[in-house]
């Protein structure tokens, strides 16, 4: 079975521009989840998706959003993109979405680097 | 806020050698989950743990849940330098759908 596929794998933007990045989950699993990782440090929450739903939103700006498509893939976008955007972000697929025990399956992630 | 803190951050050591990792925190956990990350590629989980005390192996490395669910432990016997990597530990913060990552801790085994 695939993994977790995010696309691209490696992106270059200057500041100000706005980008598109997209996952697509295991086969089967209906949840979505976004993380922002900053070199050295763990990931961090940005969204939950669920069923096309938003489930939950981490302490990020209203320029980060995203959606979930009927097939349960997603895309998170960025506005305005600044200096501090550039980082690895992840994208997490989960087989359910509700508030108990629900594991998270990583893909390889898009490198951002914002000039 | 919640935070997980990991100890250590860094860790260098000699095959052969054993090594504990902790992830602490004030805040309960529905459950928490240990991953290795190699650079430039994502998290890869190695277990979630669900219920206080609960041990669970892994080959050669043991993961432990406090009976509290605020605290967790990863032991490696006889590391190798295949375990080289970052380790992270995620809680699942009880009524939301969030995870939170541990700060990391960054391990190299030396042949």
């Known amino acids: 079975d695939a993994g977790v596929t995010q696309s691209p794998t490696h992106l270059i933007k200057t500041r100000g521009q706005q980008v598109t990045l997209r996952c697509s989950p295991i086969?089967?699993?209906?949840?979505v989840s976004w993380y922002q990782q900053v070199l050295g440090q763990g990931p961090q929450f940005i969204f939950q998706?669920?069923?096309?739903?938003?489930?939950g939103r981490g302490n990020f700006p209203d320029r980060f959003s995203a959606r979930q498509f009927p097939n349960y893939s997603s895309e998170l976008n960025v506005n305005a993109l600044l200096l501090g955007d550039s980082a690895l972000y992840l994208c997490?697929?989960?087989?359910?979405?509700?508030?108990?025990?629900?594991?998270?399956?990583f893909g390889p992630g898009t490198r951002l680097t914002v000039l | 806020t919640q935070l997980l803190e990991q100890s250590p951050q860094f860790l260098s050591i000699q095959e052969g050698e054993n090594l504990t990792v902790y992830c602490n925190s004030s805040?309960?956990?529905?459950?928490l989950q240990w991953y290795r990350q190699e650079p430039g590629e994502g998290p890869v989980l190695l277990v979630t743990?669900?219920?206080?005390?609960e041990v669970k192996k892994l080959k050669r490395l043991t993961f432990q849940f406090g009976d509290a669910r605020k605290d967790s432990s990863l032991h490696i016997t006889a590391a190798q330098p295949g375990d080289t990597g970052l380790y992270l530990c995620?809680?699942?913060?009880?009524?939301?759908?969030?995870?939170?990552f541990g700060t990391g801790t960054r391990l190299k085994v030396l042949a």
């Open positions: 995620a809680g699942a913060n009880p009524g939301t759908y969030k995870y939170i």
């Open positions: 805040s309960v956990f529905s459950s």
């Open positions: 743990v669900v219920t206080g005390g």
């Open positions: 998706y669920y069923e096309k739903e938003e489930r």
């Open positions: 997490a697929s989960s087989p359910l979405g509700q508030l108990t025990y629900n594991e998270q399956f």
């Open positions: 086969s089967g699993h209906k949840s």
